[in-house]
């Protein structure tokens, strides 16, 4: 068996320890003599796994029993219809600061349910380089709540201070850089991620609400059933069958977290000490590598950067894969390179892949 360095965008490495739990337990879950595939998930033992997986999560996040912590599907990009839904209604308006693809991915859904502000950071040629700066989030007081991405996937930003919005509820896509870091909860109303970047793999979407917020939603006789956030808080996200795998392997994944890593402070000590190494790499290629985002801006999850032409890159993603680097190709609407370093990988692989640039730039330039 060979292991790669796997620098995937999403869905994303996994920690080993997670996959190798997961294939011991895989033919006899907690001593059911099932999966947890297979097993219903109005089981006692399923609803354990699921509630702790809920537990796990409100711990790390440092959330209190005032969030509900609802596990949903159809990606983060349900969430871009599923908010306006639930609060933007009857004149209500809204904020939205667009920092990246996904804040445009958003605000297209915001449009079929009603009005909203736009602070963006777009360059004219399309493109995004920045994080805007406190000064320039003119948030509309009425507004009933702000929408921001924390991380930018695709462009490679990443927000370094949590904006002031006054009083109004501040709504987050953590999707790409969820419990990468700590972050103040109290600052916000409702966060949502999908699982497949940072928490374990596709199929299940987190998104936490706290209890003010939670009572501003629409009613849940005027939505369909499903798209209620009010159905799936009522039911503690088992109005339906969940993603129980999904759920699974995000348990396994928040217990690594907490138990392995040491919660989120050491996790974000780690991911520093990895966006350090790549950078100083790009900035100390006298140009060979080259990053387009402003440096305070720079995502440490997503690390972007250019070569002198598009023939090297490719020549780049060939050599890195050859050399056991695998999903350093950026985004199909930007090109050039992106590594993509969620929590899963540690130290030692940024490391390895810094060796590889280095070698490269040496053979190269
Ligand atoms: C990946 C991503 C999305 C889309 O997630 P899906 O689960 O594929 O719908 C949305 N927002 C951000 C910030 C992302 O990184």
Redesign the pocket.
């Known amino acids: 068996m060979k292991r790669v360095i796997n620098f995937n965008?999403?869905p994303a490495a996994i920690p080993m320890e997670v996959l190798q739990k997961a294939q011991e337990e895989m033919l006899d879950w907690n001593g059911t003599g099932m999966s947890v595939m297979e097993v219903s998930h109005r089981s006692k033992e399923y609803e354990a796994m699921h509630n702790e997986a809920q537990d796990l999560f409100r711990r790390l996040a440092g959330m209190g029993p005032e969030w509900k912590i609802l596990f949903l599907t159809?990606?983060?990009?349900?969430?871009?219809f599923m908010l306006p839904m639930n609060y933007l209604f009857d004149g209500r308006k809204a904020a939205y600061i667009v920092t990246?693809?996904?804040?445009k991915?958003?605000i297209k859904e915001a449009k079929h349910f009603g009005p909203f502000d736009v602070i963006t950071t777009e360059n004219p040629d399309g493109t995004f380089t920045r994080i805007p700066k406190q000064e320039e989030l003119k948030i509309d007081p009425a507004a009933v709540y702000a929408h921001m991405?924390?991380?930018?996937?695709?462009f490679g930003s990443q927000w370094h201070y949590w904006p002031e919005v006054g009083k109004v509820p501040l709504v987050c896509?953590?999707?790409?850089d969820i419990f990468s870091r700590p972050f103040p909860a109290d600052k916000f109303s409702l966060i949502y991620?999908?699982?497949?970047?940072n928490l374990g793999p596709?199929g299940v979407?987190l998104v936490a609400i706290r209890e003010d917020f939670y009572s501003l939603a629409q009613e849940q006789a005027k939505l369909p059933t499903m798209l209620s956030y009010r159905t799936h808080a009522e039911n503690n996200s088992l109005y339906n069958t969940p993603p129980c795998f999904s759920i699974y392997i995000l348990n396994l994944t928040l217990k690594w977290l907490l138990n392995t890593i040491g919660g989120l402070g050491n996790m974000q000590k780690i991911n520093l000490e990895k966006a350090r190494i790549l950078y100083e790499a790009i900035d100390k290629s006298e140009g060979f590598y080259r990053g387009p985002v402003e440096k305070d801006s720079r995502s440490q999850m997503n690390v972007v950067f250019r070569l002198t032409t598009p023939e090297m890159e490719e020549s780049f993603v060939k050599e890195a894969k050859a050399a056991g680097i695998v999903g350093v190709k950026g985004h199909r609407s930007t090109g050039g390179i992106r590594f993509s370093i969620y929590n899963a990988n540690l130290v030692e692989n940024v490391k390895k892949a810094t060796d590889f640039m280095d070698e490269f730039r040496r053979k190269n330039r």
């Open positions: 965008a999403g159809g990606g983060a990009s349900s969430q871009f990246g693809h996904w804040g991915a958003a991405t924390s991380n930018n996937t695709i896509d953590m999707s790409s991620a999908g699982a497949q970047k596709s979407t």
